[in-house]
């Protein structure tokens, strides 16, 4: 805690640093009107530098709040219709009142170019026009255009290094987190602006009295009754390809629709439209664990780091049906239903080097996979958002019925593996808001079931000596059964008071799994000496206490949780059990300020328990796949946490300028120590001992972004770092790790002219780990990227796209040097494209990659997909 302590002292030291200056006024005309929507700024003296600014409100009131240690500054007022006021005053706090006078303008010839970026409070507003490009399709390619906001290669959404918490359609949330499917498939013609919704309080009743510092997306359509989408047919080879992609849209005051058929065999991963990624519904995910989790697995290969269109082997079929309907009282009922079934094939090989105190151990490993996805999800939400009430309910349903097929040729021994993938959820969460007196009553019920039924034959059968006393043996078999329910309810109040609110809260989680696992050979040899029939009963009761202080530039909040936990193990056959009770007290503590307009500062601390869950404690052994078996047979593991967090964000639409600084630090205690045992063939036998020992890790983020409006280019650059220092016992010897890794990346998007733009990005990493104090060999990737995109008239457009891949590997360096050409040309009467690409021009057939886990370096070579050809037919509905 001392380092969160003289964090903080430096934090406050630097915002007194600064004297502060509030100008307050009001605009009015020479009869007295207000005179509302006018510029205010604050510059420096005779420059253009501008320190802080506002826009006069509906009734011509400004203030503005200002950072700086000038004496004197300027106050420049500009409204059209009214003449140009500037004036030299004194950096101290004032109240400036002005009489604007009315000024005719004779308005000649006048070009109109569209303002990038504005700001009317906590709402930034992101021209389409400004940032789209001739080549763009869908409002996803326009916002990667976008200072300040960053697309990830999954979709997922950042707004200055943080995700979003909601994405909105004109105001409505019709997916729910899994807005891939609009942003990918809406055309951006359609879409007037795009709003940051900064400090954004996704429940409206609670949208005064508990802040919140996460920004939402909400797109802006240019009609208030729109009808939209896409029609997209392609085919091409070789092999035969085909792609389709059917996507109507509907978007209206009283309803939406997004309705989409998609299947391809070109390497488009369209499964990743189905992800959950807003960050609201990701800790909803967490914190209810109900997420399918992968007991046993096949050895698959690690996939390459760039586009999946260059090695993804795939047949995906997507079905999805996306409703949500206005109802009286303002009530809205959504339906979501979504069907996968996708066929993979992964080819290709791996060197691992195991590293251990005192040697190292090679396998190689040659794989040819098969991956079978069918999965069904379902979703009806009932739900009202009001000033004065907050009510929604969701009866979900999600099966998977998945299966892998593995062949391994390792040694010249062929390993065949089989895996029966399965998981089942059905699940009701319930969340009301309503005033109870002069408070906000807060209720919460989830009640869920889960089912993850699974199997693994491997054939010959692994693990000679620990499974048939050392002699080969044709099959293994695991199976494994996980039956859970699990509830959380709690009731809780909001009330606010001046500058503060209060939020106490009190609860209850229970939680009861049954985990049933064999292990079966061909020798019928084992009389269920490998079984596990474990009974696991959690319940957690937790009385809570958010507080929260919001006034002028300040944000603070604390919150003093104190959990009480129960767990219960019992395996029966194996007379094991343990009972542990533990009372913790988990605070945390957070401060924002702003420095100016643009300027602000936050840091946050948290002391935070975690125990075990089911799959880190059972007694006998499971062989999660064919080279891993593992039993933990030890206390049930308790983890404790202190974090903390700086970060630093400056962002000017004026100017077009953002940027953001993270740093976080964490020291976690734990009680288990894990005990790898490498064998000489490269399997691993796993166990847990009783010890405690700490983890270490650091982690910094930093990124700038800058639109030139005059140059026509954006500009981003960015910076990761990462440590993480641990122990685990490798070979019965307890061993000190620590991985490191730096990212550098930056980007320039540039309009050489209006038939010319470029696209330069650049990517390095470099990562290593360090055991016993011995450095191995840091590896290095880098990856470039150089597009052309010609714009020989309004209706046509040829790009070159480019990529250089270079990695260094155990003992040489690979390099890959991949071209694509794309030609579209728009019938603009009847809305079709059509288009032609020619993919990897120079025909890459294979890519090698290194990745660095905890204790091994694995070198992967995956084979890619062929060079090929596609035509593609596109109707905009």
Request: aromatic share 12%; proline share 2%; charged share 20%.
């Amino acid at each position: 805690m001392k380092h969160f302590f003289i964090a903080f002292f430096i934090f406050c030291f630097t915002i007194s640093s600064f004297s502060q200056s509030i100008i307050n006024g009001k605009l009015t005309t020479k009869k007295g009107n207000p005179v509302s929507r006018s510029s205010i700024t604050i510059t420096e003296v005779n420059t253009e530098t501008i320190l802080s600014y506002d826009i006069s409100d509906s009734k011509g009131n400004f203030s503005i709040s200002l950072k700086s240690n000038n004496e004197k500054i300027q106050l420049n007022i500009r409204s059209m219709g009214f003449k140009t006021i500037v004036k030299i005053i004194d950096n101290k706090t004032q109240k400036l009142n002005f009489v604007l006078e009315e000024e005719v303008t004779e308005l000649k010839e006048v070009v109109v170019k569209p303002k990038g970026i504005t700001q009317k409070g906590d709402t930034i507003n992101y021209s389409v026009k400004a940032f789209s490009k001739q080549e763009d399709i869908s409002i996803s390619d326009v916002l990667k255009n976008m200072p300040g906001i960053e697309v990830l290669n999954d979709g997922k959404i950042l707004y200055q290094g943080k995700p979003i918490n909601k994405y909105y359609i004109e105001g409505l949330d019709l997916l729910e987190g899994k807005y891939n499917l609009a942003n990918n498939n809406l055309p951006h013609k359609k879409v007037y602006k795009v709003q940051i919704l900064e400090n954004h309080q996704p429940i409206k009743v609670l949208d005064s009295l508990v802040y919140s510092d996460q920004a939402a997306i909400n797109i802006k359509l240019k009609n208030s009754y729109t009808v939209t989408g896409q029609i997209e047919l392609g085919s091409g080879f070789s092999p035969l390809l085909w792609d389709v992609n059917a996507t109507p849209m509907l978007f209206s005051k009283k309803r939406q629709m997004l309705n989409s058929y998609q299947a391809n065999n070109i390497g488009d991963d369209v499964a990743s439209q189905l992800k959950t990624l807003t960050i609201e519904d990701l800790l909803e995910k967490f914190e209810h664990n109900d997420s399918k989790q992968d007991w046993l697995s096949i050895q698959q290969l690690s996939t390459p780091n760039f586009s999946e269109k260059r090695w993804l082997d795939n047949n995906i079929h997507l079905i999805t049906l996306n409703y949500l309907q206005k109802l009286k009282n303002d009530y809205e009922l959504r339906l979501n239903v979504s069907y996968l079934n996708d066929y993979q094939k992964q080819n290709g090989y791996t060197n691992t080097k195991f590293f251990t105190a005192n040697e190292t151990i090679s396998l190689f490993e040659k794989k040819y996979n098969k991956l079978y996805t069918n999965t069904l999800e379902t979703n009806l939400t009932l739900q009202k958002n009001t000033d004065n009430k907050y009510l929604k309910n969701s009866l979900k349903f999600q099966g998977f019925w998945d299966s892998e097929h593995g062949a391994i040729q390792q040694n010249e021994e062929n390993i065949n593996q089989n895996l029966s993938n399965r998981y089942f959820k059905l699940n009701n969460d319930f969340k009301t808001l309503f005033s109870l007196g002069n408070q906000i009553a807060t209720l919460k019920s989830y009640v869920g079931l889960y089912k993850t039924p699974q199997s693994l034959t491997v054939q010959p059968g692994q693990f000679n000596d620990l499974l048939n006393n050392g002699n080969t043996y044709n099959e293994v078999i695991q199976n494994i059964e996980l039956n859970t329910f699990y509830t959380n309810n709690s009731l809780g109040f909001t009330k606010g008071w001046k500058a503060f609110s209060f939020s106490p809260k009190v609860g209850f989680q229970f939680e009861v799994q049954k985990l049933e696992s064999d292990i079966q050979t061909s020798e019928n040899n084992l009389n269920g000496e490998f079984d596990n029939n474990l009974d696991w009963t959690r319940s957690k009761f937790y009385v809570l206490l958010q507080n929260q202080y919001k006034k002028k530039k300040w944000r603070i909040e604390l919150n003093t949780p104190i959990f009480f936990h129960n767990y219960q193990l019992k395996d029966k056959p194996l007379h094991k059990n343990q009972d542990l009770n533990r009372l913790t007290f988990e605070p945390r503590a957070s401060i924002t300020y702003d420095l100016t307009s643009y300027w602000r500062l936050s840091t946050s601390a948290q002391l935070s328990n975690q125990f075990g869950t089911i799959n880190q404690v059972y007694y006998n052994y499971i062989l999660q796949n064919y080279r891993k078996i593992q039993r933990i047979d030890a206390p049930l593991p308790e983890t404790q946490n202190l974090h903390y967090s700086a970060s630093i964000n400056y962002r000017n639409p004026i100017e077009s300028l953002f940027f953001s600084a993270i740093y976080s630090h964490s020291k976690t205690d734990n009680n288990v120590l894990y005990e790898n045992k490498i064998l000489e063939n490269g399997a691993t036998e796993l166990e847990a001992i009783q010890k405690d020992n700490e983890r270490f890790s650091h982690n910094l983020m930093s990124r700038i972004s800058k639109y030139f409006s005059d140059l026509k280019s954006n500009f981003t650059i960015g910076v990761n770092y990462s440590l993480q220092d641990f122990q685990q016992i490798l070979n019965s010897e307890i061993t000190d790790i620590a991985t490191q890794t730096w990212r550098l990346n930056g980007k320039i998007d540039t309009d050489i002219t209006n038939w010319l733009n470029t696209e330069i990005e650049s990517t390095l990493q470099f990562s290593n780990n360090e055991i016993q104090k011995q450095n191995n060999q840091t590896i290095t990737q880098q990856m470039h990227k150089f597009n052309v995109n010609f714009y020989p008239k309004k209706n046509q457009y040829l790009g070159l796209k480019t990529e250089f891949v270079k990695n260094n590997l155990f003992s040489q360096n690979t390099e890959n040097f991949f071209a694509d050409i794309v030609y579209r040309y728009t019938w603009k009467k009847k809305k079709i494209d059509f288009e032609f690409q020619f993919n990897n021009i120079f025909n890459n057939e294979e890519y090698k990659t290194i990745n660095i886990n905890n204790y091994s370096y694995v070198e992967s070579n995956f084979t890619l997909r062929p060079r090929q050809f596609l035509f593609k037919v596109r109707f905009s509905i």
